[in-house]
């Protein structure tokens, strides 16, 4: 069993967070260090590390976090937008919950570092 994640301490509610949409599935919030005017986290409920970690049993679940980060970024404003899943630590992922980033509001520079 993976170890507790600062996200699972948000989802049980004991870390406080700007949340911005929740469902059965997920939970998305703002990001405590914004790299642009709109950066919000969509984690799911179920624990899992990394896509890594994903099997076929997460089809719909995976695509319910995209269809999620699509509406949210409906409802930011946003016409132009990037969703980036870092996928282990050479990828530049820190907290090892599943979370895809939303990443909106300014110009965006392609490739990433
Ligand atoms: P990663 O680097 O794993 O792809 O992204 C982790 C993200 O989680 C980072 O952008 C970081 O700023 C964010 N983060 C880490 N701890 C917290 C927290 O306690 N609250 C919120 N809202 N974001 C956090």
């Known amino acids: 069993m993976p170890e507790d994640t600062v996200f699972d301490r948000i989802l049980s509610g004991e870390i406080p967070c700007d949340s911005v949409f929740s469902d059965e599935l997920c939970l998305a919030f703002r990001d405590i260090q914004p790299v642009a005017p709109v950066h919000i986290l969509i984690i799911p409920r179920k624990r899992l590390e990394s896509l890594n970690s994903s099997t076929e049993a997460d089809e719909s679940l995976l695509g319910h976090l995209l269809i999620t980060a699509t509406k949210i970024a409906k409802q930011e404003g946003l016409k132009d937008w990037r969703a980036v899943i870092n996928t282990g630590s050479e990828a530049g ?21």
């Open 93 to 113: 992922q820190t907290v090892f919950h599943l979370h895809v980033h939303l990443i909106g509001g300014r110009a965006l520079k392609w490739p990433p570092g």
